[in-house]
């Protein structure tokens, strides 16, 4: 007989995974649509997709993991699993983070006008560092998560002494303050300062449409659709901080109401973040609109 809290997180299962699954699935099918096409990808749009599958990855892993710490650990083979879950939950999350970053850079050096003088040759080699940096956040992302899951499966054998114990469990914090820095920290603080740019850029826009009411007009609404974009996406990566940070506080007990808000939490992140994408961007809002709209 399942318990209230067991039958809550059953329905958010059935409700987000599916959700999730087709929001960040339609951002990869329209991207791919364009490529089988012959149509090149923009910066902006490599990097979208780049989040579409990441989502997915992490929907797919964090139904599995809360479905796992549910009802499966009661397996022999439960230490060993949850720690395979952990690595790839982590590993998403931060490289969600760093995703986000890189989204915002491409924002501000297309839209920002006028950009500080040490963005100008960055502006000027965008294409050619789409690809290094998503390599990089997924090297990143992967040193940062992996590795610290690995020392955890090394830590759940019985057969560890105490000082070795002690010793893995130094390495494990020592990990969490590099993934916390490097992992969440300098992506947001990349974010915020990418945000403030373009705010910037966009007052002196105002200011330039008070003027003269017919300037600029297409460039208001890119600024001002790509601020809100950025803005949304770093307030999720900051709330989901918050949880991922007060759950670590608190001593884990599956049967508790904190730990059914933390999993729905996690469990509608990636469907939040693809509804922000797609709002976000005209081309996969159309295709949206389009797939909603009664056929006449």
């Avoid at 969600?96 to 970053?101: E, G, I, R």
Wanted: charged share 10%.
């Amino acid at each position: 007989m399942l318990s209230a809290l067991q039958l809550i997180r059953a329905v958010m299962l059935i409700v987000t995974w599916p959700c999730g699954t087709i929001l960040n699935s339609s951002i990869i099918a329209v991207y791919l649509s364009d490529w089988k096409k012959g149509v090149k990808l923009g910066e902006c749009d490599q990097i979208s997709v780049s989040m579409g599958c990441t989502n997915l990855l992490l929907q797919c892993f964090i139904t599995l993991g809360v479905a796992f710490l549910s009802y499966g650990l009661h397996l022999p083979f439960a230490g060993q699993v949850s720690a395979a879950i952990g690595a790839v939950f982590w590993f998403s999350i931060y490289l969600s983070f760093w995703l986000t970053a890189g989204l915002s850079v491409c924002y501000c050096l297309r839209l920002v006008n006028p950009l500080p003088k040490y963005f100008i040759q960055l502006k000027r080699r965008l294409s050619r560092i789409v690809t290094p940096l998503l390599l990089w956040s997924v090297a990143i992302s992967f040193i940062m998560s992996v590795p610290m899951y690995g020392i955890v499966g090394m830590a759940t054998d019985q057969n560890t002494t105490t000082n070795y114990y002690s010793m893995i469990s130094n390495v494990i914090d020592v990990y969490k303050i590099f993934g916390g820095a490097f992992g969440m920290g300098l992506p947001t603080l990349i974010t915020s300062v990418c945000i403030l740019l373009s705010l910037i850029s966009l007052l002196r826009h105002i200011r330039r449409m008070k003027q003269k009411p017919q300037f600029g007009s297409p460039q208001l609404k890119n600024l001002i659709g790509a601020c809100r974009t950025m803005f949304l996406l770093m307030a999720l990566n900051s709330f989901s901080f918050l949880i991922i940070f007060s759950s670590v506080l608190s001593p884990f007990n599956v049967e508790t109401i904190w730990e059914t808000v933390v999993f729905s939490c996690f469990m509608l992140n990636p469907s939040c973040e693809a509804i922000v994408l797609i709002s976000g961007n005209s081309k996969l809002l159309r295709t949206w609109l389009k797939s909603l709209a009664p056929q006449g």
